[in-house]
């Protein structure tokens, strides 16, 4: 039986209190300064931004917030987190908060929404990317500066700017199920480019660049927090490599665009150099 989940609004002074308790579990932070306060939250909901809470019962297990952004003629939703108290990870909390917000945007217009991940961390990596479609052409380097939570500290703040197209073919199809996507192998039997091997996952191979390469395989870690732990080193020669790759294949107009699953196990982003009417339209590397 699935877990029970439900999306709402927050709206109550003491359902802010509690998303606030929500980020310090979701991301491990020591430090009441490192979550989103809740009078900031309050008037960020209250001012056209978007709070949502996800309960499981009565215990608020998940939170998500951002607001609209207008240039002109263009805007957007910018979604700056989404968290889900550990214990609740990987249990479909955060999909059902992603999802309430893509209605919540489409609602009032918006065909885009925005926000920051870290293209290191695998299984962050095959959400955003694999299930719900987002594809990034951005990466930025230290984008937070330095991070104190247990997920970040130690490793930078790399990140790709997301760009969630809401009502696009791919994004449609993402979020139907049944998606079958080639594994890692297969890509590269169709002369996709290995750029990074996870080496068994402590460490990276060194980065191979081909500047030729249409579609371009990164590997990653199983996990990069648990390689952390093991050694902070392992962990930042990850960073290095990884960097290497997506800041010279990024800067050359590539798209990051999937995630997949190699026959060992672990994951690889996908790079592709395709137009984004091409990548939106629903067309993936391997067709």
Known sequence: MGLEIVVKILERPEEFEEAVEVQKRAWGMDDYRDAAPAHLLRALSANGGLVLGAFV????????????????????????????????????????????????????????????????QSLNSYFNLAKLGVIAREYYVNYYGEMRDSINVGLGSDRVKAEWYLDSRRVEERLASGRKAPSAEELEDMGAHVALRPGGGLHPSEPAIDPGAGVVLVGLPGSVSRVREESLEAAVRWRIATRKVYEFYMSRGYLLVDNVVGEDGYRYNVLWRASLDEVLSGSNPWD
Do not use: C, N
């Open 57 to 120: 019962g009565d215990r608020m297990v998940g939170v998500s917030y951002g607001w609209v952004v207008s240039t002109g003629s263009d805007s957007f939703f910018y979604s700056h987190a989404t968290g889900v108290s550990e214990g609740e990870k990987y249990r479909g909390v955060g999909f059902r908060l992603k999802l309430a917000q893509r209605e919540w945007a489409l609602s009032r217009g918006l065909r885009l929404a925005k926000w920051t991940f870290d293209p290191l």
